[in-house]
């Protein structure tokens, strides 16, 4: 027997024109690379998505074709995102921070017919259209006045859009329809692509808006730093407009000082990024001694975040850092570490341990630790496993079936990261599957490591990775950059992780390096690492 409940599709372009006649008035701020700021609201994109609609019906674009931007973060973007989606459309992000080759390969097999650009990427753009030919259309995200030099055939988004109504009937397909194309960022082979359906975004954005999740409100501001090119923007671009949040889009510019100084001028609330720009950002405080205003909480995630960055929000600013973590294949938010009701009542300093884990798992997912035969793993907080993951925001295939059946026989997908699962479903990631050291059939958590590591005072950034070894197979060395001005040698760095760490885990090596390379969404790049190292030999003969 079927419920008696309306069908109603979940499609989000009902995401828009709930924030457009609900939350019209309220504020969405970009700024450019140039760091003006212009203001406009939801009212107001939704209309521009409309008129995007009506454009992309105009160029011949129909329900299914691929639509790709390349741009920063802003209110054109937006309108962009939602026009393309409204009309059945699959909107594709292209990083514009990947290597052109990769651009190409990624733009190439989506084969999009319009691309929409940041006036800043016009060079990539003049590259790609000799390589891509689906590409029959060039708009830059600007008005006339921000056009780019440019031998190629290209119009301003606002010149696009201008002469076009603000009217189109949006949805009315099925929820399992395509709505967005991202690409994987390539650390571990060719970019695969993840294409979401509307209702995998739809229920996305209800589940990551639980208060034990992100937990968004009509009283926040909303700094979406994560690109939106990058791993579905973490839903944000949904679950902001959902509850009718005020969005902050700050483009291109991702430095200490003007992260903050959009934080403190817009009164942002809430925000969400990667570790490295958080980083950057507490180094910018310390160095000249700011304070936040509004800023209440952040959620981090893409990399594990290291501990000392938890304490200096949480007791120099007094700000609460959620960490989530998830994957482009996961839509992409899967577990977040907010405190159960057991490690709520436990002492401040035992709570930090589970900050520290990545989480438990958000409503409507399933996830499970396996071996390498399939069989499954302890939940018991100390043995780690490849964590696979099921749910409707779970990828099922990749887009062109590129690498065949990526599911298991119970319809798990694996992450391709190690992790643990303890008694109180709290999931920590050991390692992703191929940084793993492996050392005498043991495996050693690089992630660990390197968190420890980076509360060394001097310390920056900390990367490890293995090397061979005749004996062990494997063993970890520390890469360090240190914070400008620091210093610290080789033995400061050994005695600060002695006793935090296994002995066994002790790197055999401690470089310090002038930078550690960062992959294009801001994660240390260990690929770069290791061919960097091609030729290093261990300081001396560990062997015995
Ligand atoms: P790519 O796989 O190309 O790096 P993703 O952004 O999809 O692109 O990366 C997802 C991966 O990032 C996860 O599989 C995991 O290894 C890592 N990750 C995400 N969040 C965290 C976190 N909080 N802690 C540790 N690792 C994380």
Not at 454 to 472: L, N, Q, S, T, Y
Request: a negative charge.
């Amino acid at each position: 027997m079927n419920g008696l409940m309306q069908g109603v599709q979940l499609t989000v372009d009902r995401i828009i024109n709930h924030a457009a006649q609900w939350h019209g008035g309220r504020e969405i701020v970009s700024r450019d690379a140039e760091g003006l700021v212009t203001r406009t609201d939801y009212g107001a994109v939704h209309a521009d998505a409309k008129r995007v609609s009506n454009a992309l019906r105009a160029a011949g674009i129909m329900p299914g074709d691929r639509v790709a931007t390349m741009g920063w973060n802003s209110a054109r973007h937006l309108a962009a995102w939602y026009g393309a989606a409204g009309m059945g459309a699959v909107l594709h992000t292209l990083n514009p921070r990947l290597f052109p080759e990769q651009i190409a390969y990624i733009a190439k097999h989506a084969g999009s017919r319009i691309l929409i650009a940041d006036p800043s990427t016009v060079d990539l753009v003049e590259q790609l259209l000799k390589q891509v030919p689906t590409i029959e259309r060039v708009i830059f995200f600007c008005d006339r006045a921000g056009m780019p030099e440019t031998h190629i055939a290209a119009i301003s988004f606002d010149e696009w859009i201008a002469d076009q109504p603000a009217d189109f009937v949006w949805g009315d397909f099925d929820e399992n329809s395509a709505c967005g194309l991202c690409y994987t960022s390539g650390t571990t082979g060719n970019p695969k692509g993840v294409l979401y359906s509307h209702r995998s975004n739809y229920i996305h954005a209800l589940m990551t808006l639980q208060a034990d999740a992100l937990a968004l409100s009509a009283r926040d501001t909303v700094l979406l730093v994560v690109p939106m090119y990058h791993a579905n923007a973490w839903g944000v671009v949904y679950s902001a407009p959902a509850v009718g949040a005020k969005l902050v889009l700050p483009g291109q510019r991702m430095d200490g000082e003007s992260i903050y100084r959009l934080i403190e001028e817009e009164g942002v609330t809430y925000s969400a990024a990667v570790p490295t720009v958080w980083q950057m950002l507490l180094e910018y405080m310390q160095e000249n001694d700011k304070r936040f205003s509004t800023l209440e909480r952040v959620t981090i995630g893409g990399s594990a975040c290291p501990e000392s960055l938890i304490r200096a929000f949480r007791d120099d600013y007094g700000v609460e850092v959620i960490q989530g973590w998830g994957m482009t294949e996961t839509s992409p938010l899967g577990t977040v570490s907010v405190a159960n009701a057991s490690v709520a009542a436990k002492p401040d300093e035992e709570q930090m341990a589970y900050k520290l884990k990545q989480g438990r798992l958000l409503c409507g997912l399933e996830m499970k630790l396996v071996d390498d035969a399939g069989n499954r793993l302890p939940h018991d907080g100390k043995t780690p496993g490849r964590l696979m993951i099921k749910g409707p925001t779970i990828a099922a295939a990749y887009f062109g079936a590129e690498g065949g059946n990526i599911l298991d026989e119970d319809g798990f997908f694996d992450t391709g990261d190690v992790s643990t699962i303890d008694a109180e479903g709290y999931m920590q990631i050991t390692d992703r599957a191929k940084d793993v050291v492996k050392s005498g059939g043991e495996w050693i958590s690089s992630i660990e490591i390197e968190n420890i590591a980076a509360g060394h005072e001097a310390v920056a950034i900390a990367a490890v990775v293995g090397v061979v070894h005749p004996k062990w197979d494997e063993r970890p060395i520390l890469l360090c950059q240190l914070k400008s001005g620091a210093q610290a040698d080789a033995a400061d760095i050994k005695q600060y992780l002695d006793g935090k760490i296994a002995k066994w885990w002790m790197p055999d090596d401690i470089l310090f390096v002038d930078e550690i390379p960062l992959g294009p969404t801001g994660k240390i790049d260990k690929l770069t690492i290791r061919a960097g190292l091609e030729g290093y030999s261990l300081p001396f003969d560990a062997s015995l």
